[in-house]
């Protein structure tokens, strides 16, 4: 039964293609107080509240799969800084850090209300947290989010490292709408003392206008950096996509995470939970199993790990992402802030 069920400790996650799954990302939430353009359309209608997981059965999700090997937590969104009550579900799960079950729980965030929670997440245990910033300039900030101000997620990123919090900076790269800010913000990364990740934007969900218009493959980012700083390979690896290189002289590495120009699906080890407990197996692909049914039908949590079971043994051998047809329709019709990037 819920809460008494022990699953052997020998039943690790493994999916059919050998790959151990022990990273889950975990999506609190599907709305944001940011409209991101590449990732939302301006007007978004998000999921009625009811439809939401509570944070007890959040709480109990991810509780399992820690119970089968899951090592790194990440909660993501939409914003999860917006979910109300999201600390205290951080509080809860800090204990599986505190039981050695867990290495790792962690956040994707805006950074817009980071400012006022970082002490809290300090306190529950996180370590390490990824803010999104695309821009160092404000109007162009406004402009890419549609509706975020620059200034309080700076003062997140400061109010995180102050309360002994490390922060990764990841940036969307985005042709004609933020190359130039690229040297800027790893300038910006390198004399704050963190680590910046680029990634390409995916296909994922209509959003007003074309993305074709904007990809920029990550080969010319780098090329850009290289005009200014020289950088050499690293074994560095955060159990993320990311591969890293390090800047020569600033100790820094930077991350590059490119979905469609390489594909990293061989060593994917992870597994993503949408707010209303849909488990979708790949990023890139529709199959998905629905374990908030299986939690409210029952306490019991060997059906509930009989459900996981049976998801993990349909995990795909990877995605189909392509963005090099003009006007072609997304590759998954959700958005991004349903299933967490
Ligand atoms: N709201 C939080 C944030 O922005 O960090 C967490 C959720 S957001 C969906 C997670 C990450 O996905 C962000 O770094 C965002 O830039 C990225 N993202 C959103 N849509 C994307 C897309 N279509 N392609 C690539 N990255 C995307
Ligand atoms: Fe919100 Fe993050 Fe999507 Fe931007 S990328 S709209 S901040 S969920």
């Not at 939409?78 to 505190?98: A, C, D, M, N, Q």
């Not at 959003?207 to 700083?229: C, F, M, N, S």
């Not at 060997?302 to 072609?328: E, Q, S, T």
């Amino acid at each position: 039964m819920h809460g008494t069920f022990a699953p052997p400790q020998d039943s690790p996650l493994v999916d059919p293609f050998a790959r151990r799954i022990t990273y889950l990302r975990v999506s609190v939430t599907d709305r944001c107080d940011f409209r991101c353009q590449y990732c939302m359309a301006e007007e978004m209608t998000f999921l009625p509240k009811a439809d939401l997981l509570t944070l007890e059965e959040l709480d109990r999700l991810c509780s399992a799969f820690v119970a089968r090997g899951v090592r790194k937590l990440r909660l993501t969104g939409g914003e999860p800084l917006v979910r109300r009550g999201l600390t205290t579900l951080i509080s809860s799960l800090g204990r599986h850090l505190k039981s050695g079950a867990l290495d790792e729980l962690t956040l994707t965030t805006n950074g817009s209300q980071l400012a006022r929670f970082a002490p809290e997440l300090a306190a529950a245990g996180v370590r390490r947290v990824n803010v999104s910033l695309d821009t160092l300039d404000p109007d162009e900030f406004r402009r890419i989010t549609r509706r975020g101000d620059l200034a309080p997620v700076l003062d997140g990123i400061a109010a995180a490292r102050a309360a002994g919090i490390a922060v990764k900076l990841n940036t969307v790269a985005l042709k004609g709408v933020n190359e130039e800010q690229i040297l800027p913000l790893v300038a910006f990364a390198h004399e704050a003392g963190l680590d910046i990740t680029f990634i390409e934007t995916m296909p994922m969900g209509d959003i007003d206008g074309d993305r074709t218009d904007h990809y920029l493959p990550l080969d010319a980012v780098r090329r850009q950096i290289e005009t200014r700083y020289t950088l050499a390979p690293s074994a560095y690896r955060t159990g993320g996509p990311a591969r890293y290189m390090h800047v020569q002289g600033s100790g820094r590495r930077i991350g590059f995470i490119t979905p469609l120009s390489h594909n990293f699906c061989e060593s994917c080890n992870r597994v993503r939970l949408t707010c209303t407990g849909t488990l979708y197996l790949c990023l890139g692909q529709d199959d998905a199993a629905d374990l908030r049914a299986v939690l409210r039908e029952t306490d019991d949590d060997r059906v509930l790990h009989a459900a996981i079971d049976a998801a993990i043994a349909r995990k795909p051998k990877g995605h189909d992402f392509v963005i090099d047809r003009p006007g072609a329709a997304p590759a998954v019709k959700r958005h991004m802030n349903t299933t967490g990037g």
